[in-house]
């Protein structure tokens, strides 16, 4: 498996790609996925490279939390976030262990994507990892201390989030 930055030279690899979710599934193959405007995206290739593993986006934000304190509720930064935009494992890899490493293909990419966060956060001071999960991933992020956001959290969602779950994980908490 090679790790590499999306970048047009790969788009042909897109064309198998299927995840099970039209829009995971368009993102990739979509100028969005190279739109850094939206977030960077970075993906796992097969060995010959000709084939898309997994992948996932990332972009920067913030979690607001309400204030009741006052007359009217205040929405407050709460901290500095980096939101996972997307994140999909082709459905020829999901729920397969990746021999070498005894651990699923899901697994990995989330791991490898939360050690980047990490990695970036030595030069960009930021609390959280947001997220939007669909039903499907909910039980992934579960398994790596995510959780629904508090009744006093608020993302910002995209048009595409909505009818996912927003989600968290604090940095600070789990170190």
């Given at each position: 498996?090679?790790?590499?930055?999306?970048?047009?030279?790969?788009?042909?690899?897109?064309?198998?790609?299927?995840?099970?979710n039209?829009?995971?599934?368009?993102?990739?193959?979509?100028?969005?996925?190279?739109?850094?405007?939206?977030?960077?995206?970075?993906?796992?290739?097969?060995?010959?490279?000709?084939?898309?593993?997994?992948?996932?986006?990332?972009?920067?934000?913030?979690?607001?939390?309400?204030?009741?304190?006052?007359?009217?509720?205040?929405?407050?930064?709460?901290?500095?976030a980096?939101?996972?935009?997307?994140?999909?494992?082709?459905?020829?890899?999901?729920?397969?262990?990746?021999?070498?490493?005894?651990?699923?293909?899901?697994?990995?990419?989330?791991?490898?994507?939360?050690?980047?966060?990490?990695?970036?956060?030595?030069?960009?001071?930021?609390?959280?990892?947001t997220?939007?999960?669909?039903?499907?991933?909910?039980?992934?992020?579960?398994?790596?201390?995510?959780?629904?956001?508090?009744?006093?959290?608020?993302?910002?969602?995209?048009?595409?989030?909505?009818?996912?779950?927003?989600?968290?994980?604090?940095?600070?908490?789990?170190?």
């Amino acid at each position: 498996m090679i790790s590499k930055h999306f970048t047009a030279e790969l788009s042909g690899c897109t064309e198998k790609f299927i995840c099970g979710n039209d829009y995971l599934d368009y993102f990739i193959k979509s100028n969005l996925a190279l739109d850094e405007a939206i977030g960077k995206t970075y993906v796992y290739l097969t060995e010959d490279h000709k084939e898309i593993i997994g992948y996932y986006n990332i972009s920067t934000g913030s979690l607001q939390g309400i204030d009741q304190s006052t007359e009217t509720p205040l929405k407050l930064k709460i901290g500095g976030a980096v939101h996972i935009n997307a994140l999909a494992i082709s459905e020829n890899y999901q729920g397969k262990v990746i021999s070498e490493a005894d651990t699923l293909y899901a697994d990995f990419l989330l791991d490898d994507c939360i050690q980047r966060i990490r990695a970036l956060r030595k030069d960009v001071g930021f609390e959280f990892i947001t997220l939007a999960s669909t039903r499907a991933g909910y039980k992934l992020y579960k398994r790596f201390g995510f959780d629904e956001l508090e009744d006093d959290m608020r993302l910002a969602p995209e048009k595409d989030e909505l009818g996912c779950l927003p989600m968290y994980l604090s940095l600070d908490w789990e170190e």
